[in-house]
């Protein structure tokens, strides 16, 4: 008989509790779930001084172990960004509760009544990086939709962590649900990763966020289903019959209004036809903002030594940074072959006046999100009107593109009859 | 730079035909995909001979080496059955296409207008054993929903599915859809199961449908979704205040009308106060058809020597076979919590007048299908209406219970802007 090691007890027991929150959450009505929230949301406040003084460890020990400022500032809470997260949870509390949603009825001739009814998953786990509000975030939109939340998150923002899960647990306890609704796992042993992937009797699906190592080992070692986060290698393509200057607002935007997101663009492709005038415009407007162009041969000669000569590499590269590949086509089709070859499937746009062209590359091009006219940046929970997400899914099953409530859930059939039996 | 094993190269390439040949088949419109099923239903017939033949030399393979009569006869093809697998492919052909439907529109503030529509996966891997009608039935669901096909079947009936797929493919063909739609892996080689399992590139999803140990394999090696089809250990319980007449009827059609699949129960649990008559009734009326019942103390004393007492592995078994688990219980609750403990999660139900009752335990049972006053035998997707099905699913993502064509799709999202960027 195999023996367990310690960790793997301490990880089997958490995912027992979790279990067992998962039975009364699922059973919880909405008004119930919205008092926990706004439990939760108090708890935060509440427990604010014991949060910035975890939160003040953490950084301590980031600043010596060399963190850069972009890294530091991401762990970093003060009463603002508190007043912040709670404000996050009130927020969810107000939407409302997908569940128990009769999602078709029908009627079979035998008179077996059949509902498709909408319930929790279960317990959902969450693997992330660094920030310590997705604690927070992912936890509440699992409140909200009836699951128990496993949360392992990243090493530096561990005492912070603890420190919030601690408060929502309190939050839920205080309005009569579980606190183990929202467990966090204590260790930054990197082997609770690999063991959380194992417990498909306790976990019914695990949710990483987080860099491509991290996710390549929860997919590796995953035996529950998995939604994945991938990057988005997004790009827009600007038609021969594109309103140049439309492009060029939603070039610059989708580019530079926040470069370091998965729904930036990386790769903007330009047809022959207007490639002169895109550069002089759109291209003109990037240079100005300081914006890397990585061009080909064609877009190179144009901008006579102010693009770089753009390498393979960079038509499958998640820049997260003011650089953009540039590349010449002759066609829709090269464009969407391009894209189909080199994206990531996640948000790709076309700007074109000719509704045919739009229509084709909208039905053609296989990503989550495909836009017509419109920036890249609007793939987000929050933009499409879900009022949270819990992440963009690269994956296509189950859950694709902005992740929220919705999507946190499952479904059941209740069938009612009146002693029918198969003949 | 590690060399791939012949096998490894030989499954890449048939990964690539399939990627491609899915492309195809995503921009088919549902005439072109209708005329391609009505063409594979004339090659399975117009192949019969080769079929017939190719089956002949599985089944004196089979015979060799010492399968059972039942095993041999669900391996064994013949005019007749080809003529109703024919018939099955026409029927699909005649089922609404759900590619393309408008799952829900809605227009942001902003302008933006969103679309979220059915798409096909891709490219579906389909892991089964033995019976060589699976070949056809798999493959025409993904080819009505415009997904390609790698199909991977039992050794057993190796040249049955090769002769099956290639005539799939040639009717393919001849409606002008590609050849490779339905691909099947053409060698027994185990490898190729694990192969498959790491071409997360190529494939979208993998449907195990097979014994344990095959979806063992499967869970633990596959990289992208899978959609497990494990056993049913269904349960009806029968509460105090059930029509005893009924219970009768629905325990005996749910155990003896057919026990070999995985809708048939296995356990019945019956409120104490209803005991004596349940067992007077339908407890005889189990026995006479030759029902073996594995009883708990209370059933062991009033049945007296005509039961076999159960052992705790009884509740946790799926005996596909006339034997059937029965045990008291004082309340609703203790019936919920036993299934929850013991079950699969499959289809379960509950037989009362009591509508507050059955309601609990509609709401609280977690599986894929819950019943009031039905046999569980109900849970097939041609008696849900759905008019075929790939089988049922036993997991909580993407597709739950019966698994039909929808659940063979997913969607992408599609915004059409007017020069629309974020703010």
Redesign the interface.
């Known amino acids: 008989m195999e023996t367990m090691t310690d960790l793997a007890v301490q990880m089997q027991e958490l995912g027992r509790r979790a279990r067992a929150a998962a ?1 009364v959450l ?2 919880a009505t909405a008004a119930q779930k919205n008092a926990a929230l706004e439990a939760m949301a108090e708890e935060i406040v509440r427990s604010g001084t014991a949060i910035l003084a975890a939160n003040a460890e953490d950084l301590a020990r980031g600043e010596a172990s060399g963190l850069n400022g972009a890294m530091l500032d991401r762990l970093r809470l003060n009463p603002q960004r508190l007043e912040a997260m709670a404000g996050g949870v009130r927020e969810v509390a107000a939407l409302p509760d997908p569940v128990g949603e009769k999602i078709r009825e ?1 009627t ?1 001739p035998n008179g ?1 009544r ?1 509902s498709k009814v909408r ?1 929790p ?2 317990v959902v786990g969450i693997i992330y990086e660094s920030r310590p509000n997705v604690t927070c975030d992912a936890a509440v939109l699992c409140t909200k939709t009836g699951n128990a939340t496993i949360l392992r998150g990243g090493s530096e923002s561990i005492r912070s962590n603890v420190a919030i899960a601690e408060a929502l647990g309190r939050g839920a306890a205080r309005a009569g649900l579980p606190a183990d609704s929202v467990l966090l796992v204590g260790t930054t042993d990197r082997e609770a990763v690999r063991e959380l992937c194992r417990m ?1 009797r306790y976990v ?2 695990i949710v990483p966020r987080g860099g491509k190592g991290l996710i390549e080992t929860v ?2 070692h995953a ?1 529950m ?3 994945k986060h991938y990057d988005g290698i997004c790009a827009l393509y600007v038609d021969a019959a594109a ?1 140049l200057g ?1 492009a060029e ?2 070039v ?3 580019k530079c ?1 926040r470069p370091g997101v998965c729904n930036a663009v990386e790769t903007v492709l330009v047809h022959r036809a207007v490639l002169p005038e895109f550069l002089a415009g759109a291209g003109e407007a990037l240079l100005a903002r300081g914006v890397e162009i990585r061009g080909d041969e064609e877009v190179c000669q144009i901008l006579r030594g102010r693009a770089t000569p753009a390498v393979p590499e960079d038509y499958r590269t998640e820049f997260l940074d003011l650089k953009l590949a540039v590349k010449a086509v002759g066609s829709l089709e090269e464009a969407i072959a391009h894209i ?1 070859e080199h994206g990531s499937h996640h948000s790709d ?1 076309i700007i074109t006046r000719d509704s045919g062209a ?1 229509e084709e590359f ?3 091009v ?10 890249t ?3 987000d929970g929050g ?3 879900f009022g949270a997400e819990i992440g963009i899914s690269t ?4 859950a ?3 992740m929220a409530l919705e999507e946190l859930t ?13 003949g």
């Open positions: 039975r699922a059973r029908w079979r077996l059949i319930v998953i279960g498909d019914d699906v997919v590796t035996r289903p998995v939604i309103d439309m607002r939603i610059v935007n989708a209004q189909e746009g739009a909208l039905r053609e296989d990503s989550a999100t495909v836009y017509w006219n419109a920036s940046r609007f793939t933009e499409f009107g994956d296509k099953l189950h694709r593109g902005p499952t479904y059941k059939y209740q069938l009612r009859g009146d002693g029918q039996v198969r």
